[in-house]
């Protein structure tokens, strides 16, 4: 039998890396400003701890690069923002995502 939790949690996964991503084409963002913008995504369910090794590794990657700035609210802040790399592998994830997402559509329509 299907474990719809696991499921669930396994979608997620799969896609916080595109998510933030996405995320970081709009603007550069600090790991707290990600996360509470994130939050507001229905059924994502992300928490400051999962945010940072997806940030981490996708700089490994060269996919974002991260910049330490003072803050007038406490401790220096680390702002992230997209490579130029990162900027084209974006682009191929969301296009391989649009493919998918519609392709799904057209299976649930009947229509394949």
């Known amino acids: 039998m299907l474990n719809l ?4 949690v396994q ?4 896609l916080l890396e595109l998510v933030v991503l ?4 709009h603007d550069r963002c600090h790991g ?9 995504i229905e059924g994502l369910k992300i928490r400051e701890g999962n945010i940072y090794p ?5 700089q490994i990657d060269g996919l974002v690069k ?6 007038e609210d406490g401790p220096p ?9 990162g900027r084209q592998i974006l ?9 998918i997402v519609d392709g799904t559509q057209l299976v649930r329509k009947g229509q394949v």
């Open 66 to 71: 991260s910049d330490t700035e003072p803050s």
């Open 32 to 40: 707290y400003e990600m996360v509470q913008k994130l939050k507001r």
């Open 91 to 99: 682009s191929s994830m969301n296009e391989h995502w649009d493919m």
């Open 22 to 25: 996405n995320l970081l084409e």
């Open 77 to 85: 802040r680390k702002y992230f923002a997209l490579t130029k790399s």
């Open 5 to 8: 939790y696991n499921w669930r």
């Open 11 to 14: 979608l997620r996964k799969g």
């Open 54 to 58: 997806i940030l981490a590794r996708l």
